[in-house]
């Protein structure tokens, strides 16, 4: 007698995810580079295996993830949160035909299954220029870790930096290019190398930080502990989180996080008149769209763009 295989769009039972898509899980998380990416996406496997083991009653199927997303909208999610969740699942399903588990003809309709629109752009939260600046004052000057804490600041408000480029910087990553010090050939989300100019004042910083430390090479910051004392070859993600939300608190700002500062560098750049395509070129985005969000815009009633229109009412 000879054994048949299994359906494939039922590659995941009712009532709990199937082994082989457990296993797809790991094809996925090895697909994306990022470890932000990772985290997002395993997270979002979990919700949806979670979801389906307990509410789903159909096969592993275009109309399974159409309820999927039905779920996230009644649970009130933000689109790009649901549609990170949906773009997990879209993998999910190639990887699993790919390895035989699904048949294609079900994961392209997966694919199919369109994301939540985003209505209006989030604006995201910056700081004025003003703001910056009494940031970066923050820090106690005559201290070592007030030094490597505004030479980090410094780095994020002026050069856009994302946390995890910030904790990989090298000494040797600050160099002469053209006439002027630049991070050189900084790898960024996506692996994609861009090379960022310094600002006098930022590089001004960083060589404070550096001779007081005596760092001239290695990892350009280190932990200090609560001696005061350096320790330690490098910094976590986490505790630039910590520099900028503790000192953001101190000067009265609740809840700003790295990634606002970042924002904060492109709006700054914008407002002192800066190219919008050089702006895109700092900050590494692979899309001038996504540049665009970062700086939002904001409806200028003052001088509305509809009140020269070179039209006259006639006389009567």
Same mark, same amino acid.
């Given at each position: 007698? /000879?054994? /048949?295989?299994?359906?494939?769009?039922?590659?995941?039972?009712?009532?709990?995810?199937?082994?082989?898509?457990?296993?797809?899980?790991?094809?996925?998380?090895?697909? %994306?580079?990022?470890?932000?990416?990772?985290? @997002?996406?395993?997270?979002?496997?979990? +919700?949806?295996?979670?979801?389906?083991?307990?509410?789903?009653? #159909?096969?592993?199927?275009?109309?399974?993830?159409?309820? &999927?997303?039905?779920?996230?909208?009644?649970?009130?999610?933000?689109?790009?949160?649901?549609?990170?969740? !949906?773009? @997990?699942?879209?993998?999910? @399903? =190639?990887?699993? @035909?790919?390895?035989?588990?699904?048949?294609?003809? !079900?994961?392209?309709?997966?694919?199919?299954?369109?994301?939540?629109?985003?209505?209006?752009?989030?604006?995201?939260?910056?700081? /004025?220029?003003?703001?910056?600046?009494?940031? !970066? +004052? /923050?820090?106690?000057?005559?201290?070592?870790?007030?030094?490597?804490?505004?030479?980090?600041?410094?780095?994020?408000?002026?050069?856009?930096?994302?946390?995890?480029?910030?904790?990989?910087?090298?000494?040797?990553? *600050?160099?002469?290019?053209?006439?002027? =010090? %630049?991070?050189?050939?900084?790898?960024?989300?996506?692996?994609?190398?861009? #090379?960022?100019?310094?600002?006098?004042?930022?590089?001004?910083? *960083?060589?404070?930080?550096?001779?007081?430390?005596?760092?001239?090479?290695?990892?350009?910051?280190?932990?200090?502990?609560?001696?005061?004392?350096?320790?330690?070859?490098?910094?976590?993600?986490?505790?630039? =989180? =910590?520099?900028?939300?503790? &000192?953001?608190?101190?000067?009265?700002?609740?809840?700003?996080?790295?990634?606002?500062?970042?924002?904060?560098?492109?709006?700054?750049?914008?407002?002192?008149?800066?190219?919008?395509?050089?702006?895109?070129?700092?900050?590494?985005?692979?899309?001038?769209? #996504? #540049?665009?969000? &970062?700086?939002?815009?904001?409806?200028?009633?003052?001088?509305?763009?509809? +009140?020269?229109?070179? *039209?006259?009412?006639?006389?009567?």
């Amino acid at each position: 007698m /000879t054994e /048949t295989n299994p359906d494939p769009g039922a590659a995941l039972p009712a009532n709990r995810p199937g082994e082989g898509l457990e296993r797809i899980k790991a094809l996925v998380l090895d697909s %994306v580079a990022s470890a932000h990416s990772k985290r @997002a996406y395993g997270q979002a496997l979990d +919700d949806f295996f979670a979801w389906y083991g307990a509410a789903c009653r #159909t096969a592993f199927s275009k109309a399974a993830v159409q309820q &999927y997303r039905a779920n996230l909208e009644q649970r009130g999610l933000a689109a790009s949160s649901i549609n990170v969740r !949906l773009a @997990a699942v879209r993998k999910l @399903a =190639w990887e699993a @035909a790919d390895n035989g588990l699904l048949a294609p003809e !079900l994961a392209a309709g997966i694919a199919r299954v369109k994301g939540a629109k985003r209505l209006g752009i989030r604006a995201g939260n910056w700081l /004025t220029r003003e703001q910056a600046q009494e940031l !970066l +004052d /923050t820090p106690d000057w005559s201290t070592l870790q007030g030094k490597r804490d505004r030479a980090i600041l410094a780095l994020l408000i002026g050069c856009g930096l994302r946390r995890a480029e910030l904790v990989r910087l090298d000494c040797h990553d *600050i160099q002469q290019r053209d006439g002027r =010090w %630049v991070i050189a050939d900084l790898r960024g989300k996506g692996n994609h190398l861009r #090379t960022v100019p310094v600002p006098a004042w930022v590089k001004s910083l *960083i060589d404070d930080w550096t001779a007081a430390a005596g760092i001239a090479g290695g990892r350009l910051f280190r932990p200090i502990n609560k001696s005061g004392r350096m320790w330690g070859e490098s910094i976590s993600e986490k505790v630039v =989180w =910590w520099v900028v939300s503790g &000192y953001a608190r101190a000067i009265g700002i609740p809840n700003l996080a790295p990634h606002d500062l970042r924002r904060t560098c492109a709006k700054l750049c914008r407002a002192s008149s800066g190219d919008l395509e050089q702006i895109q070129f700092l900050l590494g985005h692979a899309s001038i769209q #996504t #540049t665009e969000r &970062y700086l939002g815009s904001r409806q200028n009633l003052r001088f509305a763009v509809n +009140d020269h229109l070179g *039209i006259d009412a006639a006389p009567l």
